[in-house]
Nanobody, 122 residues
């Protein structure tokens, strides 16, 4: 059973940066695509970024392209989401997910963390 645990959320002013971390355990890390989703209050959970098992391919939602960077380290079983130039509309709970599926095919059946709150003040 794969487990993922997020950390690194917090309160930041608009224009600032945060780096989220996601530590995975219980599986072969390199065999999993990893991703980040976010859910704002009273809104559906939405895709943010994903990375394949090798780290060679990354994918981003349009609203975060050029501002967010996803990366992974197999030796640390960790994936990060570097978030720069943050905007108030980035405020949400951010969830990490590990998946046997390709990076853009993640779904509810995959391994999800509990989420970490990111709040961007204007």
């Amino acid at each position: 059973q794969v487990q993922v645990v997020e950390s690194g959320g917090g309160l930041v002013q608009a224009g600032g940066s945060l780096r989220l971390s996601c530590a995975a355990s219980g599986g072969t890390f390199s065999s999993y695509s990893m991703g980040w989703f976010r859910q704002a209050p009273e809104k559906e959970r939405k895709f943010v970024a994903a990375i394949d098992g090798t780290g060679a391919s990354t994918y981003y939602a349009n609203p975060v392209k050029g501002r967010f960077t996803i990366s992974r380290d197999g030796a640390k079983n960790t994936v990060w989401l570097q978030m720069n130039s943050l905007k108030p509309e980035d405020t949400a709970v951010y969830y990490c997910v590990a998946s046997d599926a390709p990076p853009l095919s993640m779904g509810p059946e995959d391994y999800w963390g509990q989420g970490t709150q990111v709040t961007v003040s204007s």
